[in-house]
């Protein structure tokens, strides 16, 4: 399970705060009365306490409290401390007030207070020399996240936590195809968001490890041939350079594909898609059309569709979608009462905002299968009781 905390300057006091938790917790019983307990009672009173219980109780009660709560009852005392690091993950958001000055960052990633099993760092709010403290990071991290540090270079990801899984480097400018060399062999997801340095011979040398990949908005990569094999997740959202030619090279191993904002993409490209795929996002691919629906009709795995802003597609092309769909966004189309009627009948998820054609009538067509949806600036639509009956 995963715990976003925030350690603010208490946090540096906590092995006083939790000697003196638990003295008074010592003195008074808490929470859970239990008349004629054999065990484990408060000497005061005869009733069960908190404190008292045994760690497998604390635990499943724990499971139950929000992240805010788990992080405010880990402070309470070493024994729920101890319950806490052995069965709760943490990623640590360090944000602009939690450190006054760079030392006492990295005063605090030297201190024995750090929770034993954090499972990352948010970096994104607060202003560090990132590659200074890459190489003080513990090496059991598996989450990092970097995005929008300028100050994060190719010399500092030599430096990467072996055991890293998980790493966000998003708008760092200063991260090239250098870089990509460096990181953790047993990588599994990475973020390029606007790297721009990132060209095709970056991703000749990633982890061969990785599942999901996110190059939204790499100008510079053209050919994407050279994607790591064994990758499920791949998003290439407003990469100019997509084209036709790409979808025939993609690895055969993907689930989801997000193409959106692919604007080269035609429909002579989409009988070469992964034959696998899962989930694919084609919104804003301008040239996708009714024919467009008629061939992604043979992907037999597909269960979930994003055609948005793709106006060529008319109320004809809802008889061609995948008749196992279960989720499905048309928003902003020109699709209209009439199209409803042909909307696959297994459909759970249902995004139709912004249709100027929708209207009241085109309600009663809906699915019985839908569990959601959504009919935002459709203002036609009138009765939005039925529809959240409907969702």
């Known amino acids: 399970m995963e715990q976003v905390a925030s350690i603010g300057d208490t946090f540096f006091k906590k092995r006083k705060a939790d000697l003196e938790t638990e003295e008074r917790y010592s003195k008074r019983c808490t929470s859970i009365p239990v008349s004629n307990h054999p065990c484990s009672s408060c000497s005061l009173c005869g009733e069960v306490t908190l404190p008292s219980l045994p760690a497998e109780i604390l635990y499943l009660i724990f499971c139950f409290c929000s992240k805010e709560d788990r992080k405010t009852m880990r402070g309470v005392s070493q024994f729920f401390r101890e319950i806490m690091d052995k069965n709760f993950q943490y990623i640590i958001s360090v944000n602009r007030n939690t450190f006054n000055t760079h030392t006492q960052l990295l005063w605090f990633l030297n201190n024995s207070l750090l929770p034993r099993n954090i499972w990352g760092f948010d970096f994104t709010q607060t202003h560090i020399r990132a590659d200074d403290i890459m190489c003080m990071l513990p090496s059991s991290l598996q989450y990092l996240n970097f995005s929008h540090k300028e100050e994060v270079s190719d010399e500092g990801l030599k430096y990467l936590p072996l055991e890293l899984q998980h790493l966000v480097l998003n708008v760092c400018k200063n991260v090239t195809n250098e870089g990509m060399q460096y990181l953790p062999r047993g990588l599994k997801s990475l973020e ?111 269960r979930s569709l994003s055609i948005n802003y793709c106006k060529a597609i008319t109320n004809n092309g809802m008889k061609l979608l995948p008749r196992l769909l279960t989720a499905l966004e048309i928003s902003h189309t020109r699709i209209s009462d009439e199209g409803t009627k042909y909307l696959p009948p297994s459909l759970q998820y249902l995004n139709m905002s912004e249709c100027d054609g929708l209207t009241d009538a085109g309600l009663k067509y809906l699915p019985h299968s839908l569990q959601k949806v959504i009919t935002d600036g459709c203002h036609h639509i009138k009765n939005k009781h039925t529809v959240e009956e409907e969702g």
């Open 192 to 302: 390029l968001v606007y790297c721009y340095n990132i060209t095709d011979a970056g991703l000749q040398v990633l982890p061969p490890s990785l599942q999901y990949l996110n190059l939204s908005s790499c100008p510079n990569i053209r050919t994407f041939s050279t994607i790591p094999s064994e990758l499920v997740h791949l998003d290439l959202t407003s990469c100019c350079n997509v084209t036709d030619l790409t979808l025939s090279v993609l690895p055969r191993a993907l689930k989801r594909l997000v193409l959106s904002n692919c604007y080269n993409i035609t429909n002579q490209g989409l009988p070469a898609l992964p034959p696998g795929l899962e989930h694919l996002d084609l919104s804003r691919c301008y040239n996708m059309n009714d024919e467009s629906l008629s061939i992604l009709a043979s992907f037999v795995h597909l």
